[in-house]
């Protein structure tokens, strides 16, 4: 383990020499009035004083020549403003650290705690750590609330911003004045290990069963609530996002307050097949997407409601045709494009966010029934209800692997979601809410709920 030491003779420090640049946004930035990239005052770390800002050679048990820059930010949401330890880059990573996890922590000096880093929205507790996982030179988060688009891989390397705009918004709180160590360890990656920080929930819904409702769960499926909020009897799909739970019944579409209160009905969607039903969502920071299995179509609303576009993608099946019924299930947004599962044509459809590029055979599979989707770690995951397994192809669409995971011959997977470290879905036959490691082992039952569903994590996870 290194440890950058950030302290002159104890004695604390005020940062200065700062360059100034005015900043102004929305979202967590519109609260900031001034922000300023800094290089900040002199500290030492290890064998001599060094900036903010100037990066310095480090050994981890993997590498003894990593570079870690750490750099602060001024703002002034407080009285007299603060520098903040906002950022960091680890560089010169060498391969021998392929598969390995670098935990980074801040400690203040004649402290053994590590201070709180960044807290995201929806969160009670803050983050005390950060930790990637090294992917063969990919870097990535494993646990926190930290979105994949927050670590930005250089070459040999990464940087992390702990200030982010969201969903989920974080803000850094550790004061660059308080920051004499930094700590950068490596150490082996256990997958299906998040990190433990914060507190994460699974959310799963019921279809037609009695008690109707959201249940929520612990990360690791204690303290299960099988009433956590209401919720009406053919509930389907739920997503969430730094500020709102979403979900479906049959044609309306809801959300409420992360605590499960205030809920709120944002609109209908008119169609005229049995069984009748907007079978996915899928959120971003903007909108809302649903998918209507009566029409084969894909909508698309801002968050509140407004400005819906029942057709946004139409066509989704590969035989185009309209009110068909039972066809078109999981959605999943990211990296800039929408994903849709096609039940009936055992296909996965992709286009980009906007609509266009529309590929309705993106993967095509024998058979299976594809009900859910999910991306993660450069891998596109779908669940095959029909015949009792999960698939997995690379992002591209290449390398199919339509049996990746057996869940059971006694089995139905519907929905699934995903952590950089794990997979989770629903059995609708069984209620099981189950679990795996994202390389197929380690696969468990957390929980049951009786025709279990849809399935979301809290805000940051998937």
């Known amino acids: 383990m290194a440890i950058l030491n950030f302290n002159e003779g104890g004695r604390s420090r005020a940062p200065k020499n700062k360059k100034f640049k005015l900043i102004f946004g929305t979202g967590l930035l519109a609260i900031t009035l001034g922000l300023s990239s800094t290089l900040a005052a002199n500290i030492d770390i290890n064998s001599g004083p060094v900036e903010f800002g100037q990066g310095v050679a480090q050994t981890t048990a993997c590498d003894g020549n990593v570079v870690m820059t750490p750099s602060s930010t001024f703002s002034n949401i407080q009285d007299g403003g603060e520098f903040l330890f906002t950022s960091f880059t680890v560089s010169d990573i060498s391969s021998a650290c392929d598969g390995k996890v670098f935990t980074i922590r801040a400690y203040k000096d004649q402290q053994s705690e590590p201070l709180d880093l960044y807290t995201t929205v929806g969160t009670t507790d803050p983050y005390t750590e950060i930790q990637v996982l090294d992917d063969g030179g990919s870097f990535s988060f494993v646990g926190g609330g930290l979105l994949a688009d927050d670590i930005v891989d250089i070459t040999n390397g990464f940087t992390v911003s702990m200030v982010t705009s969201g969903p989920p918004a974080s803000t850094a709180v550790a004061l660059a004045n308080d920051v004499d160590r930094i700590t950068i360890e490596s150490g082996e990656y256990v997958a299906g290990t998040p990190a433990p920080v914060g507190t994460s929930y699974i959310y799963v819904t019921t279809d037609g069963v009695s008690p109707y409702a959201i249940g929520r769960a612990n990360l690791d499926g204690t303290n299960f609530v099988t009433d956590f909020s209401n919720a009406s009897a053919f509930t389907g799909s739920i997503i969430t996002d730094s500020s709102h739970i979403y979900w479906n019944d049959r044609y309306t579409l809801y959300k409420s307050a992360l605590d499960g209160t205030a809920i709120t009905e944002l609109f209908t969607v008119p169609g005229n097949c049995w069984p009748p039903a907007t079978s996915g969502i899928a959120v971003d920071s903007t909108y809302i997407y649903y998918s209507d299995s009566c029409t084969n179509s894909i909508g698309r609303a801002k968050l509140d409601g407004t400005e819906r576009n029942d057709i946004f993608i139409i066509g989704t099946s590969s035989h185009g045709a309209a009110f068909v019924g039972n066809d078109l299930y999981g959605l999943y947004v990211g990296n800039n494009k929408i994903y849709w599962a096609n039940y009936t044509t055992n296909t996965i459809g ?56 057996d869940t059971g011959s006694s089995t139905n997977p519907y929905y699934i979601v995903s952590t950089a470290s794990q997979l989770f879905w629903t059995d609708y036959t069984s209620g099981a809410v189950a679990q795996s490691n994202l390389d197929g082992s380690g696969e468990s039952i957390l929980f049951s709920y009786p025709a279990a569903t849809g399935i979301a994590l809290s805000a940051g996870l998937n």
């Open 350 to 405: 992709r286009a980009d966010i906007d609509g266009t590029n529309q590929y309705n055979e993106f993967i095509s599979t024998v058979t299976g029934g594809i009900c859910g989707v999910t991306i993660q770690s450069g891998y596109i995951y779908w669940t095959n209800f029909d015949t009792n397994t999960i698939g997995r192809a690379n992002l591209d669409g290449s390398n199919i692997d339509n049996s990746y995971i």
